[in-house]
């Protein structure tokens, strides 16, 4: 899979998830249902799987570190992610494949030796990645959510 497609796959993801939970926070509003929790789990998982991925194609396609940082930001922002991978597109910011991929470039530091690792074995990588990302969410969960309830 190409950064372009793994970068939009989870876009995407968080866009839909924003979705949701807002409707979610509609229906409990109007007093139809309350699914808040259920939706905002799903969005806050996804939400880290778009850090997480936004991250790993910050360092393999060489972003500004502006770039990276606004591209994680925008998470927050409902609805932003798929605009700036719009635009990250449109300015070839996504173009090529995983540049530390076994036969490519030689790893200059220490996020890049990780990421070369990951690309090396990427089921594994990917398996740990989920551990580590169910067990931040797991984490925030039991912290209770982001504002507290009255």
Known sequence: MAPRTLFRIFSIAELFTWAGLI???ILRATGTADIVSIAGGIHGFIF??????????WVNQQWKPRIGVTGVALAIIPFATLPFELWADRNNLLDG???LAPGGETPQNFVE????LVLARPVVAAVLLLLIVSVVFSVLLYLGPPIPQS
């Open 113 to 116: 030796k990780i990421q070369a």
């Open 48 to 57: 880290l799987c778009y850090v997480a991925t936004t991250i790993f194609v």
């Open 97 to 99: 494949t995983w540049r």
């Open 23 to 25: 409707t979610a926070l």
